[in-house]
């Protein structure tokens, strides 16, 4: 090797995985300092006490030298001593000087941060921070998001849902925010006019003072919040107002709380509606997805270009006042059973709120909530057509994935015979079934249908005009690349 020009050696070195590297940097010195920035090209994870220890020794080699290497660091260890936590904080400092690291994930966010009171400050004082990834967060962590000095890109969090009714939020915020230590509006304001992408979960975005908060994110254009509070629409949309991908799913607890009446989610709907009449809201979306209940509690009084709704509830009603506000060209159902055809759905399909859509999809999984003997495939293919008929759509997609098993299943699922409806699945030809929907809706101009998970029968697909479809078919993602595929 040592008769090999160190050029040569270098880009030998550059396809090489890391123990290779680590055993041609002690040839020589060259390859010794240059085989660094080879290591550090990749994400670096700290996985426990020992991988901290021994990348910081690495580091410090040469002068700090490395430090311009590294891009990213993960850490997926949890609380470590006080001694080593002395050590990453003064690692930490010395990235804040010298360093440019871009990404930061920390898996175990609270138990790490409080291995050390110095760590919150450390973190925070990291400048060159664009990809966040913070999870298990808590009061310390809430406290490193505030502090943090980076503008930051694209941020994902989430939070720990035990409280600690020891924290006094009068050390950290002033009296209108002493409630929202889990609101990333309100933790990320450093980042107003850098921030593009936000997720979160478990987070509380309610503020008590409407219509808007004393931030704002103009460059903004995905969010996506699971687990959360009822929303106030005012809020989010002037704290996000130029959004263009919205993504709201409400914890199932606050949804339990709001009880099984209709009369409370009814009155939290109405609040969103007469806000955003007075305050204004986003002026359209290009698309919104939640469950049913989650678009009916949000009541997003604007346009909404592509609408995806989550089974596996429906409630026609809810349904038809989610329609007629956004008015959307491009429907989307989810994870709905079956039994999603039924009369009041079939109407709410022939009402004028309904009449601009031009792309409908569809990903039932049937078998997933009824009960195999339950299932009448043959009726839930009549019904379907007979929904959108009326329709003048130009897209339909259309995946049915197949979780027809008893309850529990069988120790052998391939002993156990077939239930009616896989038997009709295992035979359906897809392309008659096209010939069906076409005739059904003349209209249309693109067509998919793939079927999953049928026991005796392997993953299929038909298609037509995908190629000149206006609109981005999730039904064509959702089914995957590897599926038989049958293309007139």
Request: charged share 25%; glycine share 6%; aromatic share 8%.
């Amino acid at each position: 090797m040592s008769s090999l020009n160190t050029d040569v050696l270098s880009n030998i070195m550059a396809c090489c995985d890391s123990p290779s590297i680590s055993r041609m940097m002690q040839t020589n010195c060259d390859l010794h300092h240059g085989g660094a920035k080879y290591l550090l090209e990749d994400l670096v994870t700290l996985r426990n006490a020992a991988d901290i220890q021994s990348f910081i020794l690495f580091m410090l080699v040469g002068r700090g030298v490395r430090f311009a290497y590294l891009w990213g660091l993960s850490f997926t260890c949890r609380d470590i001593s006080p001694g080593l936590a002395a050590e990453l904080v003064s690692f930490l400092q010395t990235c804040s000087s010298i360093g440019k690291i871009g990404t930061l994930e920390i898996l175990h966010a609270e138990d790490l941060l409080e291995s050390d009171e110095g760590l919150v400050d450390a973190f925070a004082s990291l400048k060159t921070i664009k990809d966040l990834k913070v999870y298990e967060m808590g009061h310390e962590a809430a406290e490193f998001l505030r502090q943090l000095q980076s503008a930051v890109v694209k941020a994902e969090l989430d939070v720990l849902q035990d409280d600690d009714e020891d924290w006094d939020p009068d050390d950290h915020y002033t009296e209108d925010e002493q409630d929202y230590y889990k609101n990333p509006i309100v933790l990320l304001r450093n980042s107003q006019q850098s921030l593009e992408m936000l997720i979160g979960q478990g987070f509380d975005t309610v503020i008590s003072l409407l219509p808007t908060y004393a931030v704002s994110y103009p460059h903004v254009d995905f969010l996506d919040l699971r687990d959360v509070d009822p929303p106030l629409t005012v809020p989010l949309a002037h704290a996000f107002p130029n959004l263009s991908f919205l993504a709201l799913m409400v914890d199932d607890d606050d949804l339990e709380s709001m009880g099984n009446g209709l009369q409370t989610i009814v009155e939290h709907r109405a609040v969103n509606i007469i806000e955003q009449m007075q305050h204004g809201s986003w002026k359209s979306l290009d698309r919104c997805l939640g469950r049913l209940i989650d678009h009916f509690l949000l009541a997003v009084q604007c346009h909404v270009k592509a609408l995806t709704i989550r089974g596996n509830g429906m409630e026609p009603r809810m349904l038809r006042d989610v329609l007629g506000q956004t008015k959307p060209l491009h429907l989307s159902f989810e994870g709905f059973e079956a039994n999603l055809f039924d009369s009041g759905f079939r109407r709410v399909m022939r009402r004028p709120y309904a009449a601009q859509l031009r792309c409908m999809e569809l990903v039932l999984v049937v078998g997933a909530v009824l009960e195999p003997e339950n299932v009448d495939v043959p009726d839930m293919i009549d019904n379907m057509i007979d929904a959108f008929q009326s329709l003048s759509l130009t897209s339909f997609g259309l995946v049915i994935q197949c979780f027809l098993l008893p309850n529990p299943p069988p120790r052998n699922v391939n002993d156990h015979p077939l239930c009616a409806a896989e038997k009709y699945l295992q035979d359906l030809n897809l392309e008659a079934l096209s010939r069906r929907i076409q005739d059904g809706i003349p209209s249309l101009r693109t067509i998919f249908i793939a079927l999953r998970n049928v026991r005796g029968r392997p993953d299929t697909r038909y298609q037509q005009g995908l190629e000149r479809c206006e609109f981005s078919m999730i039904t064509a993602q959702f089914a995957g690349s590897n599926e038989d595929e049958t293309t007139p």
